[in-house]
């Protein structure tokens, strides 16, 4: 089974407007962290945001937050006001297990390719 | 402060070639990982080094090999090269601290002909 599902392969938006990109996830673990990455055409990794399992608020940087829902294991990326420079493919990640114990594996998605039109 | 840096950043080599791939991790992190990015896909994890210690593989098979320098640095290696090992390989290093989010550089695409 996968453990990251992103079921939207591509999402257009209008320039200042807000855009949700979904991801589920599937672990056993009490203990994990969820992240996002958006990667630009020139393919480094950009991290975005993180939300730890036992953090009780939604994570929020800036224009972006993240839509934490528990029960339903989902970890959706919300992006307020979209600008030209938000066309970029956009990942979600797991790290299973608690923060330290040197283990830093993240297992990714399929990513979305997000567009912004003017 | 300098981020991740990779080395080179396009490789084309031959079937059956080996190339090595180099890392060099953001000042004061210690741990190194490396993912495999075929195109349309989401990174996938190869290895990760703490401490010059390998500290989880991912499924691939023996012909990656990778290591970890004193000053952190890495090299991954791949033996024997297979037109499906064409990819970008991406290295990460980790902040310690908090969410231990990794930061990436800017891989190296590989293409074998």
């Known amino acids: 089974a996968q453990k990251i599902t992103q079921t939207q392969p591509g999402m257009f938006v209008q320039e200042k407007e807000a855009v949700t990109l979904d991801c589920t996830y599937d672990?056993?673990?009490?203990?994990?962290?969820l992240f996002w990455y958006k990667q630009p055409s020139s393919g480094e990794m950009i991290f975005l945001i993180y939300q730890g399992s036992y953090d009780e608020q939604n994570a929020t940087e800036g224009r972006y937050s993240l839509n934490f829902q528990k029960a339903r294991k989902s970890a959706n990326l919300v992006i307020s006001a979209s600008q030209l420079g938000d066309s970029a493919m956009y990942f979600c990640?797991?790290?299973?297990?608690?923060?330290?114990?040197?283990?830093?594996?993240?297992?990714f998605g399929k990513g979305t390719l997000l567009t912004v039109n003017p | 402060d300098a981020g991740v840096t990779q080395s080179p950043t396009h490789l084309i080599k031959t079937r059956g070639q080996q190339v090595t791939l180099r890392c060099s991790p953001i000042?004061?992190?210690?741990?190194v990982s490396w993912y495999q990015q075929v195109l349309g896909q989401g990174p996938q994890f190869i290895f990760q080094y703490y401490e010059k210690e390998e500290r989880g593989r991912g499924n691939f098979p023996d012909r990656f090999s990778a290591r970890q320098f004193p000053n952190y640095s890495s090299e991954l290696n791949v033996n024997a090269l297979l037109l499906g090992d064409s990819a970008l390989y991406l290295c990460?290093?980790?902040?310690?601290?908090?969410?231990?989010?990794?930061?990436f550089g800017p891989g190296t695409r590989l293409t074998v002909t």
């Open positions: 990640a797991m790290r299973e297990g608690g923060n330290g114990g040197s283990n830093y594996k993240l297992t």
């Open positions: 990460a290093s980790t902040l310690e601290a908090g969410s231990y989010e990794q930061y």
């Open positions: 672990t056993s673990d009490q203990s994990y962290g």
């Open positions: 000042s004061g992190h210690k741990s």
